[in-house]
């Protein structure tokens, strides 16, 4: 095999001409928008997916009953139910 001389991963050099592009500023609020949006997003999910897991297969009980209000009332009532 042939080996190839020089750095694999040399930077380009910038022509005269070229305009900078603003590094820090710009990348780091589009990654908090990104973060904003998508953190909250995966907890949700998150939630959702433990919730009808525990329910169904931990329980044994139908997944639809995790979307049902009553189950929630009927829990709150329950552990509330001497005060």
């Known amino acids: 095999m042939e080996q190839v001389q020089g750095n ?24 908090f928008l990104a973060n904003l949006l998508i953190v909250p997003f995966l907890l949700f999910l998150s939630l959702l997916v433990g919730l009808m897991i525990g329910y169904s297969v931990i329980g044994d009980r139908p997944v639809s009953e995790v979307f049902d209000l009553n189950t929630y009332k009927h829990m709150y009532d329950l552990i509330f139910q001497g005060t």
Do not use: D, F, I
């Open 8 to 31: 694999r991963y040399a930077q380009k050099t910038k022509q005269a001409g070229e305009p900078k592009r603003p590094k820090g500023r710009a990348n780091r609020r589009g990654l």
